[in-house]
DNA sequence: AAGTTAATGTTATAATATAACACTATGTAA
DNA sequence: TTACATAGTGTTATATTATAACATTAACTT
């Protein structure tokens, strides 16, 4: 399957606080919630989320400048991307489209060029808030 | 065609500069380089990068907090956005494909939801850099 | 044990963006 | 014309997001 990589004390932390969140979370709201753990500094913070996005335990929706987990097992690799954003509640939800990371993946533009790597989000409202 | 929409002079100002330049420019290189146009804090610039936004004529590019003219008649509205994106030299383009903006606009998740409104951004080597 | 790479802890600071408030311009309607 | 509404301005202050620099420590290789 997919590489396993060992977290360190601060990116576990840093990892098991997102990953329990159920909306994407920004970095001095992560800093907070994590000084009672000894992480002290947004520096350390930063650190965390720049190794966990590299190895696709976490994603930056970039649009918020907040991070979620991947919760998609197919993108082990943060290199190609999709996410929903309801545009009331900001909820935000990780689209996991064999078609559409295919027609991603094999887009190419006028000059022929391909692209290894995408971040698409979508705006909208969700069920709930329709 | 498209509404007209007469910019104030901030906002022309500002449409300007962003125009002319070769690429996506910052909000406070933006600044500095109005300042002798009497343009002198944040805020002035801010209000009218998001009213230029908001009609079209200029695109954020959220990986890079950068801006950009659009230079793509079919996308006066703000809400279907593809940009390709040279991981170094940095060279943004937008992306004008009627297949692409399509295909887009016709994803449905799988709860059936379409979305109004997306921003995609590809990465990859410019011709140039390869 | 020595060398290498990655991660940490810390202080300071840079870069990006908005709040609040008083004021001005512009268009529309009584 | 006056009143009203809406959008834009100018200004000061501040909030939010992110990185620089440097000394130290941990983990892995040879
Ligand atoms: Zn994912
Ligand atoms: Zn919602
Ligand atoms: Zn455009
Ligand atoms: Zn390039």
Redesign the interface.
């Given at each position: 399957m997919h590489k396993e990589h060992n977290l360190t004390k601060n990116q576990q932390i840093i990892f098991d606080l997102i990953d329990k969140s159920p909306e994407p979370m920004k970095a001095y709201s992560i800093l907070f919630n994590v000084q009672k753990k000894g992480i002290k500094a947004p520096l350390q913070v930063y650190r965390a989320l720049d190794k966990l996005v590299q190895i696709g335990k976490i994603h930056k929706i970039?649009?918020r400048n907040a991070f979620i987990a991947c919760h998609n097992s197919s993108c082990q690799v943060a290199k190609a991307t999709a996410f929903?954003i309801c545009e009331i509640c900001e909820k935000v939800?990780e689209?996991s489209?064999a078609g559409?990371s295919k027609?991603?993946a094999n887009?190419k533009?006028?000059?022929g060029?391909?692209?290894?790597?995408?971040?698409?989000?979508?705006?909208?409202l969700?069920?709930k808030c329709r």
């Amino acid at each position: 399957m997919h590489k396993e990589h060992n977290l360190t004390k601060n990116q576990q932390i840093i990892f098991d606080l997102i990953d329990k969140s159920p909306e994407p979370m920004k970095a001095y709201s992560i800093l907070f919630n994590v000084q009672k753990k000894g992480i002290k500094a947004p520096l350390q913070v930063y650190r965390a989320l720049d190794k966990l996005v590299q190895i696709g335990k976490i994603h930056k929706i970039e649009s918020r400048n907040a991070f979620i987990a991947c919760h998609n097992s197919s993108c082990q690799v943060a290199k190609a991307t999709a996410f929903s954003i309801c545009e009331i509640c900001e909820k935000v939800t990780e689209i996991s489209s064999a078609g559409l990371s295919k027609y991603l993946a094999n887009f190419k533009d006028k000059d022929g060029m391909k692209y290894s790597k995408y971040n698409l989000e979508f705006f909208g409202l969700c069920k709930k808030c329709r």
